[in-house]
Nanobody
Framework: VQLQASGGGLVQPGGSLRLSCTAS????????IGWFRQAPGKEREGVSS????????NYADSVKGRFTISRDNAKNVVYLQMNSLEPEDTAVYYCAAVLGISRSLYGANYNYWGQGTLVTVSS
């Protein structure tokens, strides 16, 4: 499966963005999806994940209550709705996939990675 993250951009603090992770080469309904981010000079961080069946999600403490992950398997896309954005959310965001059921926020558990999309939160 090939993944592509999109939807990043420049947003003011308190604003919102919706990221999309689209797939080609395979249907996404067999894959659990994770969103990760990497800020300049920092290690990659797991942000959120959703099981292949969509029945369970997971969030890093830093984004709980502000970010929402969802999926539309019919459209082969996973979304990350980001609200109340803070400058600390500035990073390149990546989506990743693993075959089967997983809620992991550890990047090493994912086999397929897309190109990232840059999110900049600044006034």
């Amino acid at each position: 499966v090939q993944l592509q993250a999109s939807g990043g951009g420049l947003v003011q603090p308190g604003g919102s963005l919706r990221l999309s992770c689209t797939a080609s080469g395979s249907t996404l309904d067999r894959y659990s999806i994770g969103w990760f981010r990497q800020a300049p000079g920092k290690e990659r961080e797991g942000v959120s994940s959703i099981r292949s069946d969509g029945l369970s999600t997971n969030y890093a403490d830093s984004v709980k209550g502000r970010f929402t992950i969802s999926r539309d398997n019919a459209k082969n896309v996973v979304y990350l709705q980001m609200n109340s954005l803070e400058p600390e959310d500035t990073a390149v965001y990546y989506c990743a996939a693993v075959l089967g059921i997983s809620r992991s926020l550890y990047g090493a558990n994912y086999n397929y990675w897309g190109q990232g999309t840059l999110v900049t939160v600044s006034s």
